[in-house]
């Protein structure tokens, strides 16, 4: 599975607007070099700034907006209605939550969006800070690739339009449901990084070669002494 091209998120996770705002800039491609597709704002942004700042982050940038949400199908649902002025490119709920609020995430996403404004519904499957143990201890005794697996059947059977997962699940998952979902692979952790708290990691280039669509990546970003570069340098490996 080569053929695809794997586009790069990048995570701004910081509470700090100038912060974030800083490294949105370092990591936009430009003439002379390469970068991220695509930002990503999630909970520790959010919180701390408000959704006012995310969109303001953001900017013109696509923005892959990542609440994560889990709760009862009609909270889902009603948070997502509250949502349709953000304009995002994509939205993520957790599959673990079911099959009755994932279908009522879509209806949500379907009713407070216009068509050619609707955002890519993801589900997040097993996250990737888990391994067998985490999961063992949240009653779960699958493996991760096969809890995964089966969260993401569930996920995409009730309407979402794709997964969060990690990169040693792509291939089990594109076995079982093919090219149709859209596959977004964090847990990237560039040859010589720190894995930190993620435990299911790959190379960027080894997560395109499995087939990821889109690949997030934070700290490997973030902390390195040139974002910039290390953005531009991820970038460039997925290129080829
Ligand atoms: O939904 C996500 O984006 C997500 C799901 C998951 O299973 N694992 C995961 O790391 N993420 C997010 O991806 C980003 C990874 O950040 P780094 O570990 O710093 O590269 C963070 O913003 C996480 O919130």
């Known amino acids: ?30 003439d002379v ?7 990503k704002l999630g909970l520790e942004f959010t919180y701390a700034r408000g959704l006012d700042a ?4 953001a900017g013109d940038r696509p923005l892959f907006l990542d609440l994560k949400l889990h709760d009862i199908p009609n909270t889902v649902a009603s948070a997502i209605g509250s949502l349709a002025a953000m304009r995002p490119a994509m939205l993520t709920i957790h599959a673990a ?13 379907d009713d407070a969006f216009p068509v050619d404004a609707r955002p890519i519904l993801l589900a997040v499957t097993v996250l990737t800070s888990m391994d067998a143990e985490a999961l063992r201890e949240t009653g779960v005794s699958d493996t991760p690739r096969g809890q995964v697996v089966r969260l993401g059947t569930l996920a995409m059977a009730a309407g979402a339009d794709g997964l969060v997962c990690s990169s040693h699940e792509i291939a089990p998952l ?4 093919g090219d149709r979902p859209v ?18 990691i790959m190379t960027p280039i080894e997560a395109s070669r499995a ?13 390195a002494a040139d974002p910039a570069a290390a953005a531009a340098a991820i970038a460039a490996e997925l290129a080829g």
């Not at 594109?174 to 449901?177: H, S």
Request: proline content about 4%.
């Open 211 to 223: 087939g990821a669509d889109w690949i997030v990546v934070g700290r490997p970003i973030t902390t």
């Open 54 to 57: 995310v969109r303001d982050v």
């Open 174 to 177: 594109r076995d079982r449901l």
């Open 1 to 30: 599975m080569t053929a695809r091209r794997t586009r790069l998120i990048v995570a701004l996770d910081t509470k700090d607007t100038d912060q974030a705002r800083a490294w949105r800039a370092q990591t936009a491609a430009s």
């Open 33 to 39: 070099r390469p970068g991220a597709d695509a930002v």
């Open 97 to 109: 939550g079911g099959h009755a609020m994932i279908a009522a995430a879509r209806a949500a996403v």
């Open 183 to 200: 596959l977004v692979v964090p847990g990237i952790r560039p040859a010589g990084t720190a894995a930190g708290d993620q435990k299911r």
